[in-house]
């Protein structure tokens, strides 16, 4: 294997697998009425009732919307991870692990657009760009520490240490890759608290590379359930 580091600054998310549009969540809610009879509904076309999906949505009646499945698989560094599985409600995750397979030399460095410096108090603060030193400092730091973590890693494999201690000598920017399975009302909590947004009733403030997987996420959900969406923005991004 190389040992040669990799620098990034992107996140990637891929959606591998999904059962999830805007019918899904018609005729889960049409039981609750209609009973069998909500069968009948299936093969109807979702417009005809972008209505209800806003009434569910505004009314705050979120069942019907996890009546939905999608797998992303996802690659960033692990600190993003970390904050990631905060989320365990409606969440299944499947991460690579550092204890049966080596870890390859990828590591993430923020891009020349990532703010650096908080202004503010605690609970109160924005982030400033910073200065081209302050740009410069973190990115040599970060290369440099990357590449020094990752020689001792190999060193202790090299001598025969195990990879679940060898580990311990890796940063938390080196990237890692996972599966994570959500429905649609679990989706929309976690966009609502990891992305920021003009819609958004509530604001949020965070951290921005996880607002980076949740972007690419919200932009393939769109797609999969567009009246869904359409509400969720509609009444200010709060899940049901």
């Not at 970390?82 to 460095?109: K, T």
């Not at 690419?216 to 509400?231: D, G, I, N, V």
């Amino acid at each position: 294997m190389a040992s040669q580091p990799t620098f990034r600054s992107d996140v990637t998310v891929q959606l591998v697998k999904h059962t999830a549009d805007d019918a899904h969540v018609l005729w889960s809610a049409r039981v609750s009425t209609l009973g069998e009879q909500s069968l009948d509904q299936i093969g109807e076309d979702p417009e005809r009732s972008k209505g209800l999906i806003n009434y569910l949505m505004r009314d705050r009646h979120g069942t019907p919307f996890e009546a939905t499945s999608m797998t992303f698989f996802i690659s960033a560094p692990i600190f993003v991870f970390r904050e990631f599985m905060r989320h365990r409600v409606g969440w299944s995750y499947s991460e690579e692990s550092g204890r049966y397979r080596e870890l390859q030399p990828v590591f993430y460095i923020p891009g020349p657009d990532r703010k650096l410096v908080q202004q503010g108090k605690p609970g109160k603060y924005v982030f400033g760009q910073g200065t081209e030193e302050q740009q410069n400092v973190v990115r040599g730091l970060l290369a440099e520490n990357s590449t020094e973590s990752y020689w001792m890693y190999r060193t202790l494999l090299d001598k025969g240490v195990a990879r679940e201690v060898a580990r311990m000598a890796l940063p938390l920017n080196i990237y890692s890759s996972a599966y994570a399975t959500c429905n649609a009302r679990s989706l929309m909590h976690f966009l609502g608290l990891r992305t920021t947004h003009p819609d958004a009733r509530v604001p949020s403030f965070p951290q921005r590379e996880i607002e980076m997987v949740g972007e690419q996420m919200e932009a393939a959900w769109a797609k999969l359930m567009p009246l869904t969406h359409a509400a969720f923005n509609a009444n200010g991004r709060v899940a049901p």
